[in-house]
């Protein structure tokens, strides 16, 4: 009887196990375009998907995804449109307006009985972006971002009085609420806000704005490299985590540094003028009006022994 | 010629002493022990409970090798628990060895040594085959851990020595009278126990397979009935009801995330007291109540820069359902506890919490105790110290009536 049951235990498990070898992936395939029901102004990514985000054209009207991935995991990619309340007050009036958010999820399980390689990348084709939210382990591209003036959709701000020059130009808003990605984020627009808030992910930022505010929260640990974005007006910087802030700008640059990252700046081709406040508190600060920008160089993985190295050298200078 | 004699007495009262040495003390040390020699491969997966961490998923081999005691029943506990094996363990895994060839997971997590001692309790009384439950709590080296500047993406591991535990269900088939046959399936914990942040862990499932041999023919198990029967006439059914009162304290350094000092350790003063009821000769349950200063909280606590707290303003009162289960001198507890809300300090770690202690009783009423607070597999402190039992035998209503009576008097 007790061989009987072990026999039977043996069988059983061995079924279980090789029922495993179905939990595959499936042949890589791209998809035919799903088109979204409804415009967005916020986009949402999260899960391990590779984004790709464009600007519509004739061919990709706004709305267009193209997903490519394995032909098992496609009814799992979510692509939803999630209403966002707005709120803004003026003067004691309290206003609100309905965004629309396009959420990108992987909503596949048991991930660990399938290969671990596996393809899924997301084209997604856009009119209007203000807001890139980053929850997210894939890699992140994306053309020039040109912001949008989402202010003009308050009706309480439709008073000439209240104009301001925030109201009558471009945002974009980038926040990283976790993960370990790379993103990668072209823009020109007037105002660049950036709030990393949790993880490892590296974000580099490139392109021409006039303002840039960069906040590094007490959980980011990955580097902020915003050595090709040239900020014309100011760029504020604050520096609450563990990780690398690179930032840069023509005119001026406030920054403080409250833990044991690193806040760089360079000077671009004219003389500026640099404010520090608040305390360094284990920190490092580099006053050093003749970086060279040869020591600056575009951060990767492989590169960044060789950048450490350059950072050991400026610092030992007298 | 007479040292030539003299020579050769001496040589033969050697050779007798050292025959008698040899063979005149035969102890049978390694089939006396029952001892057991074991090796396992593992093929494992990471079980990252932070997203960040998934971009390590991957397969890996691991390896094992064993030593343990089958026990026999020398203790009364061990024929309790259908004689466990006691033994110790070690780990090798190397992480970034992994079967999708993804260098990165070797380079940010490294690979693993551990040695932890273990006891592997059977589910089943079987002789031939077992279900058994491993349960091993030990020392583990990572080659690789956080670095916020070198390594920032492995923020599981906050420093090269941590903490290894292994829970663990097996399958045990005997082939040979010495041989056996081990498959398993268990869950591999490595961590600080948040001495150095960042401390989220890292924990890895594993599948394997291995072979058991028994260094000498196996000695047969004590029975059972080796102990006398309890009849209500002569066993008068006594509880102990327990008080614990103990103290711990940990530590804790914050300096690579937080910045300061690298060797300053903020100190957890834990001050914890249980009344305990024994249900079971191995078993007790009952209530906690304990009051917990982590002073590294001051630091930590969102928003610090905008609220001011005292520092006895950091103290939390915290509740605990408690199990305890004993053999002999060594104990487990397990609780599971909230923590109640207290000078309106934010509760930034969730008001749930569980905490598993080991305690080694050193007299009837002094042990010293070895403890890891937790909230929800995410380790909050590691704290040791020393307490005291009061003891107090009591007996229900009922059983009152019957005791020491001798029989016949019913």
Not at chain 1, 297 to 307: D, E, I, N
Not at chain 2, 146 to 153: E, G, I, P
Not at chain 2, 175 to 185: C, E, Y
Not at chain 2, 399 to 405: A, D, N, V
Request: net charge neutral; charged share 15%; with cysteine.
């Amino acid at each position: 009887m007790k061989r009987a049951l072990n026999i039977v235990l043996l069988v059983c498990t061995s079924v279980v196990l090789g029922s495993c070898n179905k939990f595959s992936n499936g042949d890589t395939t791209t998809f035919p375009p799903r088109q979204l029901d409804a415009p967005f102004q916020i986009i949402e990514m999260r899960d391990d998907i590779d984004v790709v985000l464009k600007h519509s054209d004739a061919a990709n009207p706004a709305g267009t995804v193209i997903i490519t991935t394995g032909e098992n995991l496609i009814d799992g990619i979510s692509t939803e449109i999630e209403p966002v309340t707005s709120f803004t007050t003026h003067n004691g009036i309290t206003d609100s307006i309905i965004f629309n958010k396009l959420v990108l999820r992987n909503n596949n399980t048991l991930g660990f009985l399938r290969p671990y390689d596996y393809t899924l990348e997301m084209t997604v084709y856009y009119d209007t972006l203000f807001e890139l939210i980053f929850n997210s382990n894939g890699v992140v591209t994306t053309d020039t971002l040109r912001g949008y003036n989402h202010w003009t959709n308050f009706s309480s701000l439709n008073d000439t009085a209240l104009i301001t020059v925030d109201s009558l130009t471009a945002n974009l808003l980038i926040e990283i609420q976790g993960g370990s990605g790379n993103f990668t984020v072209l823009t020109n627009c007037f105002r660049l806000m950036t709030h990393y808030q949790h993880g490892t992910s590296d974000l580099t930022i490139s392109g021409k704005v006039v303002r840039a505010e960069t906040n590094g929260d007490y959980d980011s640990h990955g580097i902020i490299d915003g050595f090709d974005l040239e900020a014309s007006s100011y760029h504020l910087v604050n520096g609450y985590g563990t990780n690398i802030i690179i930032a840069k700008a023509f005119n001026q640059i406030i920054a403080r540094n409250e833990n044991i990252g690193h806040i760089y700046y360079v000077r671009y081709s004219k003389p500026g003028k640099v404010i520090h406040w608040g305390h360094f508190e284990n920190g490092h600060w580099i006053e050093n009006d003749t970086v060279d920008t040869l020591y600056w160089c575009p951060l990767s993985v492989t590169k960044r022994g060789a950048y450490m190295d350059s950072i050991t050298s400026i610092r030992s200078r007298p | 010629m007479k040292i030539l004699k003299a020579h050769r007495v001496l040589l033969l009262v050697l050779l007798m002493v050292g025959s008698i040495r040899v063979w005149g003390q035969d102890y049978p040390w390694l089939s006396h022990n029952n001892l057991m020699v074991e090796a396992r491969g593992h093929v494992g997966v990471f079980w990252h409970h932070h997203f960040e961490m998934q971009r390590f998923n991957a397969r890996y081999p691991a390896f094992e090798a064993s030593i343990y005691q089958s026990t026999y029943g020398k203790n009364d506990w061990e024929s309790d628990f259908f004689y466990p094996y006691m033994g110790v363990t070690f780990y090798y895994a190397n992480f970034g060895f992994n079967f999708e060839n993804h260098p990165e997971v070797g380079d940010a997590l490294g690979s693993v040594f551990a040695l932890y001692p273990f006891i592997n309790y059977p589910l089943n009384p079987g002789e031939n085959s077992q279900l058994t439950f491993k349960l091993g709590v030990g020392l583990g080296y990572l080659t690789k851990r956080f670095h916020n500047f070198d390594n920032y993406y492995n923020f599981s591991i906050g420093s090269h020595l941590n903490a290894a535990v292994n829970l663990s269900f097996e399958y045990r088939q005997r082939f040979t009278p010495r041989l056996m046959g081990v498959a398993s399936f268990g869950l591999t914990h490595f961590s600080n126990g948040s001495t150095k942040l960042p401390n989220y862990g890292l924990n890895t499932f594993s599948a394997a397979l291995g072979l058991a041999y028994y260094l000498r023919d196996p000695r047969i198990n004590q029975a059972i009935t080796r102990r006398p029967e309890y009849k209500p006439f002569e066993f008068d059914n006594k509880h102990w009801l327990s008080l614990d009162v103990n103290y711990g304290i940990g530590f804790k350094n914050v300096s690579q995330t937080l910045g300061g000092d690298s060797t300053h350790f903020y100190r957890v003063h834990d001050l914890s007291t249980y009344l305990l009821a024994q249900f079971t000769p191995h078993s007790r349950a009952g209530v906690g109540l304990s009051l917990v200063l982590d002073l590294s909280d001051d630091k930590t606590m969102p928003g610090r820069d905008t609220i001011f707290f005292e520092t006895y303003q950091l103290t939390r009162l915290n509740f605990n359902l408690c199990y305890v289960l004993t053999m002999e001198r060594l104990s487990y507890y397990f609780e599971f506890g909230w923590h109640l809300k207290y000078n309106h300090i934010p509760l930034f770690k969730g008001n749930i919490y569980q905490k598993v202690t080991a305690r080694y009783q050193l007299s009837d009423n002094i042990y010293a105790h070895l403890g890891l607070m937790t909230h929800f597999g995410r380790a909050d402190y590691l704290c040791f110290g020393l307490g005291y039992r009061f003891n107090q035998k009591y007996y229900f209503n009922h059983e009152k009536s019957t005791k020491h009576r001798p029989p016949g008097l019913h």
